[in-house]
């Protein structure tokens, strides 16, 4: 199996632009995570999905993030229109089932960078 | 408000001895409690999960142990190699289906 993948791996985008990142979990992983990572506040969720409908989206920052899963082998972060502070490392994970007890799979990661 | 603490200052040791890295968590009562591993430029890896009624896991050269009473656990890799310097990341569910991990201490072995 190939993993998690993601696209693109890094990305760097002007201010006020609309940045779109892309996930394809494992195949047959009902569970779907998109993950923030910064040296200050370290890896935060920012959302997570049970069989493609979006569970909790407490995490997102706020209303210029949303994401999608249209189907069980692709989801989207998107962000618009992103700001400097947005500059971090996205990760998408996946898992087996729901449960706190599972093992999370993660891709490589997008680095952003908003100038 | 809940909160996981790593150390953020980074672990040096020696090749050979034994590494022990710290999570400890305030306003949690995680049932559960994951660690993983990640290397600079890479997504985290899962090593070990334990549960709250168990005081000890291991796995090969890693062993973790979970005090529910001192909220605390304690994350020990033996006989160190170089090839074990990476991030590592303790992570405690915050719900049914969610993990909240922490900042993570990044440990440097050195031959």
């Known amino acids: 199996d190939a993993g998690v993948i993601q696209s693109p791996r890094h990305e760097v985008t002007e201010m006020g632009q609309e940045v779109t990142l892309r996930c394809k979990p494992i195949?047959?992983?009902?569970?779907l995570f998109w993950y923030r990572q910064t040296m200050m506040r370290g890896l935060e969720l920012l959302i997570y999905?049970?069989?493609?409908?979006?569970?909790?989206d407490s995490g997102m920052p706020e209303d210029r993030f949303s994401a999608k899963m249209p189907n069980a082998s692709f989801s989207t972060l998107k962000i618009q229109p992103s700001e400097p502070r947005d500059s971090a490392v996205y990760f998408c994970?996946?898992?087996?089932?729901?449960?706190?007890?599972?093992?999370?799979?993660f891709g490589p990661g997008t680095r952003l960078l908003v100038l | 408000s809940q909160k996981i603490e790593q150390n953020s200052e980074a672990l040096n040791i020696q090749e050979g001895k034994t590494a022990t890295l710290t999570c400890n968590y305030t306003?949690?009562?995680?049932?559960?409690l994951q660690w993983y591993r990640q290397d600079p430029g890479r997504g985290p890896v899962f090593l070990l999960l334990?549960?709250?009624?168990?005081k000890e896991k291991r796995k090969e050269r890693l062993k973790v142990t979970f005090d529910t009473t001192l909220k605390q656990s304690l994350f020990h890799i033996t006989a160190s190699q170089p090839a074990d310097s990476a991030t590592y990341l303790c992570?405690?569910?915050?719900?049914?289906?969610?993990?909240?991990f922490g900042t993570g201490t990044r440990l440097q072995v050195f031959p």
């Open positions: 992570a405690l569910d915050h719900s049914t289906d969610k993990l909240i």
């Open positions: 994970a996946s898992s087996l089932a729901a449960g706190a007890t599972e093992t999370q799979y």
């Open positions: 195949s047959g992983h009902n569970s």
């Open positions: 306003n949690y009562s995680p049932a559960y």
């Open positions: 999905f049970n069989n493609n409908v979006p569970i909790d």
């Open positions: 334990i549960r709250e009624n168990e």
